[in-house]
T-cell receptor, first 113, second 115 residues
Framework: QKEVEQNSGPLSVPEGAIASLNCTYSDRGSQSFFWYRQYSGKSPELIMFIYSNGDKEDGRFTAQLNKASQYVSLLIRDSQPSDSATYLCAVIPFSGGYNKLIFGAGTRLAVHP | EPEVTQTPSHQVTQMGQEVILRCVPISNHLYFYWYRQILGQKVEFLVSFYNNEISEKSEIFDDQFSVERPDGSNFTLKIRSTKLEDSAMYFC?????????????FGDGTRLSIL
C-alpha cells in the first residue's frame, strides 16, 4: 500500500515566522513530490515540486527532499495570514508511468497576526 | 494564465441517476485526470487519460464510471446509477505531458451531492 503521511495539525505560527511542513512516503521508488495548497472548499493549487535530493527554492517557499529517509518538507518563510490553508503533499509513485498523484491528508496551517 | 475549467460547479442528483461532469483541460495539455475528495478526506486518484484511452485507473474507478473526450476540448466523467457515497468534490486536472517534472493543474471542481 503506497502511503503518504502528514501531520494533520493545525500547525500554528505567528506572522513573519517560518512554517515547516513535513511529509513521509512509503514507496521508496517514488518519482516526484509536489506541494499543493488547498483553501477550504477550493481546489488544490500547486506551490512547487521537487524530484532531486536537496533543496529547491521558489520565493518564500523551499522544498527539501531526502529520498534515503523518504522524507519531503516545505518551508514557508515570512509566513502571512493569507498562507493559512491546508498543505497537501503529493507523490508520483513508482508504477512504470507518471499517471497519478497519491495525496497525503494534508497539514492545516494557521498563521496568526 | 491558462486554467482548467469545470462545469457545473455544483450538481445535485437523485440516487440512481446518471451524471456527467465536464472539464476543459488547458489547451496544449495532453494528459487528463480525474480525482475526487470526499468531505474531510484525502484527494483520491480516479483515472488518467491520454491519446483517447485510459492510462491508469484506481480501484475506485469501477464499471460505474467512464471517461470520454467527446471533442477536441472537453473531457467528461460519467457516473452511472449514482450512490449516496458518490457525494464528493470531483476535480479534473491536466498536464502537458507525463513526467517527473510535470505538475498537474487542477480545476475548481464540481461538488456532487447525491440525495
Amino acid at each position: 500500500q503506497k502511503e503518504v503521511e502528514q501531520n494533520s495539525g493545525p500547525l500554528s505560527v505567528p506572522e513573519g515566522a517560518i512554517a515547516s511542513l513535513n511529509c513521509t512516503y512509503s514507496d521508496r521508488g517514488s518519482q516526484s513530490f509536489f506541494w499543493y495548497r488547498q483553501y477550504s472548499g477550493k481546489s488544490p493549487e500547486l506551490i512547487m515540486f521537487i524530484y532531486s535530493n536537496g533543496d529547491k527554492e521558489d520565493g518564500r517557499f523551499t522544498a527539501q527532499l531526502n529520498k534515503a529517509s523518504q522524507y519531503v518538507s516545505l518551508l514557508i518563510r515570512d509566513s502571512q495570514p493569507s498562507d493559512s490553508a491546508t498543505y497537501l503533499c503529493a507523490v508520483i509513485p513508482f508504477s512504470g508511468g507518471y499517471n497519478k498523484l497519491i495525496f497525503g491528508a494534508g497539514t492545516r496551517l494557521a498563521v496568526h497576526p | 494564465e491558462p486554467e482548467v475549467t469545470q462545469t457545473p460547479s455544483h450538481q445535485v442528483t437523485q440516487m440512481g441517476q446518471e451524471v456527467i461532469l465536464r472539464c476543459v483541460p488547458i489547451s496544449n495539455h495532453l494528459y487528463f485526470y480525474w480525482y475526487r475528495q470526499i468531505l474531510g478526506q484525502k484527494v483520491e486518484f480516479l483515472v488518467s487519460f491520454y491519446n483517447n484511452e485510459i492510462s491508469e485507473k484506481s480501484e475506485i474507478f469501477d464499471d460505474q464510471f467512464s471517461v470520454e473526450r467527446p471533442d477536441g476540448s472537453n473531457f467528461t466523467l460519467k457516473i452511472r446509477s449514482t450512490k449516496l457515497e458518490d457525494s464528493a468534490m470531483y476535480f479534473c486536472a491536466s498536464s502537458e505531458w507525463a513526467g517527473e517534472s510535470q505538475p498537474q493543474h487542477f480545476g475548481d471542481g464540481t461538488r456532487l451531492s447525491i440525495l
